[in-house]
């Protein structure tokens, strides 16, 4: 459980009254405190190891599916023998000839 009093609030001998500084870490301190509630700390669910592995799989899997559907499919390279034009014309030449 965290502190929501820092050490330095509890002295007051460190720090005058008169501070702006100290005036606004006192009223977040009692916000903070404010905000604290015993039954809603009771409420909270705190994974296991196991479930924690299984939730961060689960979520690497759905960045990875959501990337994979932006790829561009059809942008994919194709390899494929670059012919000069000297090898057409040779190619025309052995048609001509046989």
């Given at each position: 459980?965290?502190?929501?009093?820092?050490?330095?609030?509890?002295?007051?001998?460190?720090?005058?009254?008169?501070?702006p500084?100290?005036?606004d870490l006192?009223?977040?301190?009692g916000?903070?405190?404010?905000?604290?509630?015993?039954?809603l700390d009771k409420?909270?669910?705190?994974?296991?190891?196991?479930?924690?592995d299984?939730?961060?799989?689960?979520?690497?899997?759905?960045?990875?599916?959501r990337?994979?559907?932006?790829?561009m499919t059809?942008?994919?390279?194709?390899?494929?023998?670059?012919?000069?034009?000297?090898?057409?014309?040779k190619?025309?030449?052995?048609?001509?000839?046989?």
């Amino acid at each position: 459980m965290y502190s929501a009093a820092p050490a330095a609030l509890e002295s007051s001998s460190t720090l005058s009254s008169s501070d702006p500084k100290a005036a606004d870490l006192k009223s977040w301190s009692g916000t903070l405190e404010r905000m604290q509630d015993v039954r809603l700390d009771k409420q909270r669910y705190v994974m296991s190891g196991n479930k924690s592995d299984e939730v961060s799989k689960l979520a690497l899997g759905a960045k990875v599916e959501r990337a994979l559907a932006r790829r561009m499919t059809s942008q994919d390279a194709v390899f494929r023998v670059k012919r000069t034009i000297g090898d057409v014309e040779k190619g025309a030449l052995e048609v001509e000839a046989n």
